[in-house]
């Protein structure tokens, strides 16, 4: 999951208590994780999960629905007294940008909150070995791709792109393309004034199969990307 520190933008001017504002913060963080992770959860069980009393958590979850990131989804069973209400995320309140960037071509989609496709998954006809400022051109067909699916930036929470070739995941500098000396997520970042975050390809392939594919609930897993090259 994209890091829910992009969801909650601290306003100093706001604080009381910087503490107990990072608090609050790091509270709501959780909740959405354990939603967007486990599915659809009672005040009860969320408590459970993030170790907080059910008053502390009742009020993050009403901050949360204010914020429209979480919203009432239905009637939970009854364990012997009134049945619980469910909450779940709000899917249309957040999306995010996958990019998969290969020599010859490149492939987008827009995705929301909870992984459902809200665009088709768009093929264009260029990539790192046909087009000479090849991040200037995703960052326009970005724009344009919110355009015409209607997205608000302000609800992006940031791009993700796979890139092949030998890429140092701790600087972000990709060694066999895009190597201008600095991070070509930064690069792209600055274009589109949105997060932006740079993976092997075949390590997004893994990851993406763990989380939501086939290899998912698996510790260890083989993932074999048999493309230009195999990784």
Known sequence: ????????????????????????????????????????????????????????????????????????????????????????????????????????????????????????IHELNEGLDTHPDILQFIAEKVGELLLAYSIDESKMLGIGISLPGLIDIKTGLSYTYLNTGKPAADILSEKTRMPVFIEHDTRAMAWGEQAFGLAKGYQNVLCLNAGSGIG
């Open 1 to 120: 999951m994209i890091s829910t520190n992009y969801l909650f933008k601290t306003k100093k001017s706001e604080e009381t208590s910087r503490n107990n504002y990072l608090r609050r913060i790091a509270l709501k963080q959780s909740i959405v994780k354990e939603l967007y992770q486990h599915g659809e959860l009672s005040i009860f069980k969320l408590s459970q999960s993030v170790k907080m009393s059910t008053p502390t958590v009742t009020r993050a979850v009403e901050e949360l629905i204010a914020e429209q990131l979480i919203r009432e989804v239905g009637i939970g069973e009854s364990t012997g007294g009134r049945r619980p209400s469910l909450f779940g995320i709000n899917p249309s309140s957040r999306y995010v940008l996958g990019v998969d960037l290969e020599r010859s071509f490149v492939r987008m989609g827009i995705f929301d909150f909870l992984n459902n496709p809200v665009s088709e």
